[in-house]
């Protein structure tokens, strides 16, 4: 029960608002409207003397993505053989149309910082930096896989995981001959670099993917270092931090808690961790008791999330009891881009620094 049942949860919450009719854009994974600005380093702000009598909403997006490949146009050791993730054994022969599909964009952004990226041929809708903003959409009421707009791109291989659907599709490619690759759905601050060297292998570029690997691991260590210099040793003075997954418009509401990739992103920006006091494990409806026995300091959300329930006077709304929490009292929101928060891929530090600063130095960001 990790970020493999994360993303489930979060892919099938996507489905749920497709087939129920409801568009999938500004308020889901996919479309952010948040607006990018450049976002110090956390080493390089003064935490607040009291983080948290932060009042308000702060939103934090990352700026534009810089595709800094590792190598330029590499040369792919082919053919080779990889056994995926669902241990399925797959020979890849042909890597000169590729497609990386995932809900979060991140397994085309590993692609193109391997050196690859000329030989992408299509997106999902959450690839949207600008590299890759011309390619054809494979995906379609939000993130469900479209065979015949995959097919009509005749890709010569498809990486993805389970995080988008319908299974259905992932088989008719495999029956119409084309090789397809499935990877870890699990995102975490702990398979950094095991789910870039995937993705590598199955590009027959194994030693480029450990180079990639180590450089996203090495930059997220260095960011988390940075965060304990900023944040309270103590348990008790670290800001108690509950991280609320939300979709108005499907009546989806869960808080994430033990076992969960939230619960490590929180960690790693040093909150307090909330659901291992609790006794919250997984992914469970937001009740008014759990809120109110969590006290939160702060809330973590999505942009889309936070969005689609009206803001943060929505989301008191349809939960009079965040009002009875610390968190309420200061309307105290960290929300984040849909596409960004728990993506976990190679702008893991990038996102570690941003919700660090939001948490630590807020007004750095007002």
Do not use: K
């Amino acid at each position: 029960m990790r970020g493999t049942r994360l993303v489930g949860l979060i892919a099938a919450a996507a489905t749920v608002l497709a087939t129920a009719g409801c568009e999938v854009g500004h308020s889901d994974v996919g479309h952010d409207t948040a607006s990018p600005a450049a976002i110090p380093a956390i080493a390089d702000v003064s935490p607040a003397a009291d983080p948290r009598g932060h009042h308000g909403v702060v939103q934090v997006a990352l700026p534009e993505v810089t595709i800094d490949p590792v190598i330029d146009d590499p040369t792919p050791d082919l053919p080779t053989n990889v056994v995926d993730h669902q241990g399925t054994e797959v020979v890849v022969e042909d890597v000169s149309r590729i497609l990386a599909l995932d809900i979060y964009g991140t397994l085309a952004h590993t692609v193109f910082e391997l050196g690859l990226g000329h030989q992408v041929v299509g997106r999902d809708v959450s690839t949207q930096f600008p590299q890759a903003a011309d390619l054809p959409l494979v995906t379609q009421n939000g993130h469900e896989l479209n065979a015949e707009a995959i097919l009509d791109l005749d890709p010569t291989l498809v990486i993805t995981d389970t995080s988008l659907g319908p299974w259905q599709v992932v088989e008719q490619l495999r029956d119409a001959g084309v090789t397809v690759v499935v990877v870890d759905p699990e995102r975490s601050i702990d398979n950094l670099a095991a789910l870039t060297q995937q993705v590598a292998d199955a590009l027959g570029l194994p030693e480029v993917g450990r180079e990639l690997g180590d450089r996203i691991q090495a930059q997220a260590d260095a960011v988390r270092a940075d965060i304990e210099a900023v944040a309270p040793t103590d348990d008790r003075a670290r800001l108690r931090a509950v991280f609320l997954y939300v979709r108005g418009s499907a009546g989806v509401y869960y808080m994430f808690g033990e076992g969960s990739g939230a619960q490590g992103l929180l960690q790693a920006v040093g909150a307090y961790d909330v659901a291992a006091e609790i006794g919250w494990a997984g992914m469970r409806p937001i009740t008014d008791e759990g809120l109110v026995h969590a006290q939160p300091d702060v809330i973590v959300m999505m942009t889309g999330g936070l969005d689609s329930v009206g803001g943060i006077d929505g989301l008191i709304d349809r939960f009079p009891a965040i009002a009875q929490t610390p968190a309420g009292e200061q309307q105290r929101v960290v929300a984040m881009p849909d596409t960004q928060i728990l993506s976990f891929g190679p702008r893991a530090a990038e996102v570690l620094n941003a919700l660090a600063v939001a948490l630590y130095a807020p007004e750095e960001l007002s």
